[in-house]
């Protein structure tokens, strides 16, 4: 029954996902804005593709990254950690108990992303980092490359028990979709903040949402009364 909740509520949020997929694309060509942000960007998500698909695929950073965001979430929530395990190709993290955000955390938090976000405010805290700050942009495409790749691989290429446990692959699968929009949302606002609207994004997205339930309640409404 709870699955099925979960999966009814994930069916009820498909026109906000397809509103968020159109706002963040619009946020990603505003970036566009500053040319050279733009491209120190894109240049990072090129490299790491290139070396991914061309020389070396990283799996064991990945399911290291995998199974440690997995054991942040869950003591987050409370949960206590039994074992851990990372291996080249996969990985494990036993736990007291799981919920929904411990088994998707790694599949829409972009782990070494965040990690890099936080090392480079830390730095600066003490130091001017605007010398660094397209190195920073730059080390972003590339990692968040690595997040979506990295991503995409492991739920395409084998069956992952995670699904099951956060509630099936309906609810999964836009739950995962859903988040990693609104996280690559905030990467815009982060990378170019003079030319992304978070608010404006969000008004558009809740407003398409608002006004596509209200027609299709309106549309069933008057089928119902019609055929009474």
């Known amino acids: 029954m709870r699955n099925f909740?979960?999966?009814?509520?994930?069916?009820?949020?498909?026109?906000?996902?397809?509103?968020?997929?159109?706002?963040?694309?619009?946020?990603?060509?505003?970036?566009?804005?500053?040319?050279?942000?733009?491209?120190?960007?894109?240049l990072g998500i090129l490299l790491y593709a290139g070396i991914h698909f061309g020389f070396y695929n990283f799996s064991r950073m990945y399911v290291?990254?995998?199974?440690?965001?997995?054991?942040v979430a869950a003591i987050l929530c409370g949960c206590r950690i039994k074992d851990i395990y990372v291996g080249k190709d996969s990985g494990y993290v036993k736990l007291t108990q799981c919920n929904a955000f411990v088994a998707l955390a790694p599949y829409f938090v972009p782990a070494y992303t965040v990690c890099l976000g936080l090392v480079y405010c830390g730095f600066t805290l003490w130091r001017d980092m605007a010398p660094y700050r397209l190195l920073f942009v730059f080390a972003s495409g590339f990692f968040t490359a690595f997040h979506f790749i990295q991503t995409f691989k492991t739920l395409f290429e084998a069956q992952q028990p995670d699904l099951k446990l956060a509630g099936g692959k309906v609810f999964s699968a836009i739950s995962i979709t859903l988040v990693n929009l609104i996280i690559l949302a905030l990467l815009c606002k982060i990378l170019f903040p003079e030319h992304v609207s978070l608010t404006e994004a969000l008004r558009n997205v809740w407003g398409g949402t608002f006004n596509t339930w209200r027609i299709l309640v309106n549309y069933i409404v008057e089928r119902v009364f019609n055929a009474v």
């Open 5 to 42: 909740l979960k999966t009814l509520i994930a069916v009820l949020l498909l026109p906000t996902l397809f509103f968020a997929a159109a706002q963040t694309a619009r946020l990603l060509y505003a970036g566009l804005g500053n040319v050279k942000t733009f491209l120190c960007f894109l």
């Open 64 to 71: 290291f990254g995998h199974e440690l965001t997995h054991a």
